[in-house]
């Protein structure tokens, strides 16, 4: 495997293999991380409780498009009153902001729905109950049935609707369901200025997808390609930038399909946007996610290598490293074609870190096109990456694929006779695969993973320190590279760039020592 080493600009080096640490990978320890979508996230922002407000509790689970809506939905809540809070046990009003990608994440929603209508009964009779997010888009009314302790229903595009729908609720008329699809009128109507806590920020600059992956409901939820105005966007990143943010992470399901008539009457792209953020005093570090091989064109990949702004991290997944996987699953592209992509992007910006996202056991996997996403991570090098068992998503057309159809009609008739005896049996050695398959993947990239930051041991990195440590006078912040840092400074020092010699490296997050200046 070759890896070229950050700050080096003609090295590469074969990095041998060391046994990796287990476990899943978690990111949410820094919310522009892509996250681990897994994990659900609590919306609190430390402001004092105002005792007339009212008390809105939201748990966000699912990617970093739901962590920037989640904030949204407070900025179009506070003008009505609400005040978002930590823990739902007083709240007013609370909204569970979903993911469906996978059908765990789906599932889980209903668990919780579960504790809140215990919690309602018991000490809140008076709260409100909101599903929003893609499982609401997905399921719709579906939900109410499901769990008639939820009051009201919105999918990602009708946030700027929540004061009018909770009005709607209080005085009871009828269902309360929003499942739209106008992402532009949701822009236009979001409030302008936005309540940020801490130094950096998520920017919506796209949403939707076009690219209908055979595995994927993102574009069923969340709708067609869709770009934000430029002048929208560049307003909101100078608020930004006017509240003390100093690192923007412009994000979108696809953000380098971003298109759209610019200012100038050209047609912008994703490297035309970030050059034009770039000017904006205050802004320092500039990050985008989430990246499809198909969309990084020449422009963006020279941008990559020439703006000094734009942090050396690309989030580009592969999914699978065999081109019969790559082809059933819609990519649209050839693991080859990857590989030369990767190729362009390490000649522009040799330091760059990347990071994929992997499936193990599509539909018609086998053991060779598994070993070809094994090769495919050996050859190409991960910094940080996110895996997955595949999932069946209703609707989609993974779900309905030949393959998984012979499996069970092969099983049919052995099933009807021998159910009893080998069903655990079966069901023991199906899930030992799967399990073992996601495991040798996983050890093959935390292992890059920790050779990759035990490189940076000896160089002086930029941190962009945004909060004290866990330990006594120690500070946390985050590489170009978006490593956790940790070192010893004072906590004036919070909201500031300042070089930091690396010292030491661990799997997910680096310490070192601050260098004065
Ligand atoms: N099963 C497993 N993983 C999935 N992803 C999307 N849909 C599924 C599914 N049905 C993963 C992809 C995507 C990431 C956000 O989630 O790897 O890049
Ligand atoms: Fe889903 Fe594929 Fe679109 Fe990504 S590109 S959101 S995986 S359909």
Redesign the pocket.
């Known amino acids: 495997m070759t890896v070229l080493l950050p700050r080096d600009k003609n090295a590469s080096r074969n990095i041998k293999q060391s046994k990796s640490e287990s476990g899943y990978k978690t990111a949410d320890v820094n919310k522009n991380k892509p996250r681990d ?1 897994n994990k659900p996230s609590i919306l609190y922002n430390n402001k004092k409780i105002n005792d007339n407000a009212k008390k809105v509790f939201i748990k966000t689970y699912g ?1 970093q498009m739901n962590v920037y809506d989640s904030e949204r939905m407070v900025d179009v809540l506070s003008p009505i009153g609400y005040m978002p809070v930590e823990t739902p046990e007083d709240a007013d009003l609370v909204i569970l902001n979903t993911c469906h ?2 059908e765990k994440a789906a599932e889980k929603v209903y668990s919780e729905l579960g504790r809140i209508r215990q919690l309602k009964k018991k000490n809140n009779p008076g709260m409100k109950v909101a599903v929003a997010g893609c499982v609401a888009q997905a399921e719709g009314s579906e939900i109410k049935r499901r769990a008639p302790v939820v009051d009201m229903v919105l999918g990602p595009q009708t946030y700027h609707k929540l004061p009018e729908m909770i009005a709607k609720v209080h005085r009871n008329s009828g269902e309360v369901l929003e499942t739209d699809f106008d992402t532009l009128e949701k822009f236009d109507n979001l409030p302008e200025t936005r309540h940020v806590k801490g130094f950096s920020s998520f920017l919506t600059i796209q949403e939707g997808c076009d690219k209908f ?1 055979t ?3 993102v574009p069923y939820t969340r709708g067609a390609e869709v770009s934000r105005p430029v002048d929208q966007i560049i307003n909101e990143a100078r608020n930004l930038a006017s509240q003390g943010v100093r690192e923007i992470t412009l994000i979108g399901q696809n953000v380098d399909a971003y298109s759209i008539m610019g200012p100038n009457f050209k047609q912008w792209g994703l490297g035309e946007l970030i050059s034009h953020i770039a000017l904006i005093g205050g802004i320092d570090r500039l990050r985008f996610t ?1 990246s499809h091989p198909r969309d990084m064109d020449d422009n963006l990949i020279s941008i990559l290598g020439a703006e000094p702004k734009l942090m050396p991290y690309l989030h580009l ?1 592969i ?1 699978a490293g065999s081109d019969k996987v790559l082809n059933a699953m819609n990519r649209g592209h050839t693991y080859q074609e990857y590989k030369l992509l990767i190729d362009k992007i390490r000649s522009s910006r040799p330091d760059i870190a990347l990071s994929g ?3 193990v056991g599509f539909p018609g996997e086998t053991e060779t096109d598994f070993q070809q996403t094994m090769r495919c991570v050996e050859e190409i090098g991960y910094a940080s990456s ?1 895996s ?6 209703p609707g ?1 057309p ?1 779900a309905s694929l030949p393959q998984q159809v012979s499996e069970d009609v092969k099983s049919d008739r052995l099933k009807r006779l021998q159910d009893l005896l080998y069903s655990q049996q079966l069901e023991f050695n199906e899930s030992l695969v799967g399990q073992t398959l996601d495991k040798r993947l996983q050890d093959l990239l935390y292992s890059q993973q920790l050779e990759f930051n035990e490189s940076l041991v000896g160089q002086t990195l930029d941190v962009l320190i945004e909060n004290v440590g866990r330990g006594e006078n120690q500070l946390f912040g985050r590489s170009p590279y978006l490593q956790g840092t940790h070192f010893n400074g004072s906590a004036d020092l919070i909201g500031q760039i300042r070089p930091v010699l690396i010292t030491k490296a661990g799997r997910n997050s680096l310490s070192g020592e601050l260098v004065q200046e």
Do not use: A, H
């Open positions: 979508i990617c990608i996978r992956c595995f994927c409901v989430t997944p999914q996202d992997f499936i996110f997955f068992k595949y999932s069946v998503r989609t993974g």
